[in-house]
C-alpha cells in the first residue's frame, strides 16, 4: 500500500495568516492527489484534485501543489470558516489511502 | 445536483453482518466513467477506504477487508450497497458512501452514517 503522511498533524494560526500542510507519499505517485476538508459533524468536500485543480466553487485562497512524492496545500489568507481538519488522499494505486490529517485551529 | 444517503441499522451485534444501503439521486448509477463505493471513519481517527463497484459489477476492495466485504448495484432502486460479515467492535465507525469520478475523486460524499457493533 502507497502510505501518505501529512505534518504537521495540528496547527494552530491566526485570521489572515498564510497555513501550509505538507502531505509526502511513500512512493511516486505522479500528481494523483487530492485534498479534502472536513468539518466537524460534516461529510468532507473535496478542495483540490490532480494536486493543483481546484474544485468548483472553492474559495480561490485554496491551492494545491507537488508531483512525485511530495505536495502542498497553501491557504494564502486564513479565514475563521477554514477551521476543519484537512486530508490528502492517493489514487495513483489501489487501494486508496489517505493521509492522517491536519487539524487546523484558530 | 447529485446527492448520496446512507441508510441501515446503528447497532449491529458482534459477528454478525453489517449493511448499509446508499440512495442516489440527481444522477442514475448506470452511468459510464463512475464508480460508486464505501469510506469509514472510527470515531477520532483518519479515514480508511473500504472499496467500490462499477457499471459493469467489477468490485475492488481493500485487501484488509476483502475477505468480509462486498459492495453491489441495485440499477432499479438506483442505490447501492454494502455488506460487511463477521463484525467486531474495531468496525464500529462513521460509514460514508461516496461517487467516485472516473477513478480520480470523490465527489460527492454522503452525510455518514455511525454504527455501532455491540452487544
Known amino acids: 500500500d502507497i502510505q501518505m503522511t501529512q505534518s504537521p498533524s495540528s496547527l494552530s494560526a491566526s485570521v489572515g495568516d498564510r497555513v501550509t500542510i505538507t502531505c509526502q507519499a511513500s512512493q511516486d505517485i505522479s500528481n494523483y492527489l487530492n485534498w479534502y476538508q472536513e468539518k466537524p459533524g460534516k461529510a468532507p468536500n473535496l478542495l483540490i484534485y490532480g494536486a493543483s485543480s481546484l474544485q468548483t466553487g472553492v474559495p480561490s485562497r485554496f491551492s494545491g501543489g507537488g508531483s512525485g512524492t511530495h505536495f502542498t496545500l497553501t491557504i494564502t489568507s486564513l479565514q475563521p470558516e477554514d477551521i476543519a481538519t484537512y486530508y490528502c488522499q492517493q489514487y495513483s494505486l489501489l487501494p486508496l489511502t489517505f493521509g492522517g490529517g491536519t487539524k487546523v485551529e484558530i | 445536483q447529485v446527492q448520496l444517503q446512507e441508510s441501515g441499522p446503528g447497532l449491529v451485534k458482534p459477528s454478525q453482518t453489517l449493511s448499509l444501503t446508499c440512495t442516489v439521486s440527481g444522477a442514475s448509477i448506470t452511468a459510464f466513467n463512475y464508480y460508486w463505493g464505501w469510506i469509514r471513519q472510527p470515531a477520532g481517527k483518519g479515514l480508511e477506504w473500504i472499496g467500490r463497484?462499477?457499471?459493469?459489477?467489477?468490485?475492488d476492495y481493500a485487501p484488509s477487508l476483502r475477505d468480509r466485504v462486498s459492495i453491489s448495484l441495485d440499477m432499479s432502486k438506483n442505490h447501492f450497497s454494502l455488506n460487511l460479515r463477521s463484525v467486531t467492535a474495531s468496525d464500529t465507525a462513521v460509514y460514508y458512501c461516496v461517487r467516485e469520478v472516473a477513478g480520480t475523486r470523490f465527489d460527492p460524499w454522503g452525510r455518514g452514517t455511525l454504527v455501532t457493533v455491540s452487544s
Open positions: 463497484v462499477d457499471i459493469t459489477g467489477t468490485t
